[in-house]
């Protein structure tokens, strides 16, 4: 099992800049494929962006394309998510994840965070 706690939400201005962390407990993390998803209020829970175990090769939703980037850091256990250009839209609570598998892709995700809040306002 792993156990996953996001960090780094808050209020952000249109066009700002917010990263996200999470860091996950246990050994294997590098065995886990990672991913962001989001869920604003009234509205089903979207990928954001996913990340391969070696951290070559992720995956974004269209909705965040050229502006959020995914990383990760198997020796420090976390995944980051660079969020640039903010938008009013971007407003959600985010929700690290995490799997077992070789591919990225938006569902069979086994194990995630409690989840932090992004607020984009003026």
């Known amino acids: 099992q792993v156990q996953l706690v996001e960090s780094g939400g808050g209020l952000a201005q249109p066009g700002g800049s917010l990263r996200l962390s999470c860091v996950a407990s246990g050994r294997t993390f590098s065995s886990y494929i990672m991913a962001w998803f989001r869920q604003a209020p009234g509205k089903e829970r979207e990928f954001v962006a996913g990340?391969?175990?070696?951290?070559?090769?992720?995956a974004n939703s269209d909705s965040v394309k050229g502006r959020f980037t995914i990383s990760r850091d198997n020796a420090k256990n976390t995944v980051n998510l660079q969020m640039n250009s903010l938008k009013p839209e971007d407003t959600a609570v985010y929700y690290c994840?995490?799997?077992?598998?070789?591919?990225?892709?938006?569902?069979?995700?086994?194990?995630w965070g409690q989840g932090t809040q992004v607020t984009v306002s003026s």
């Open positions: 990340i391969k175990r070696s951290g070559v090769g992720t």
């Open positions: 994840a995490a799997k077992w598998g070789d591919y990225v892709t938006p569902n069979g995700y086994d194990y």
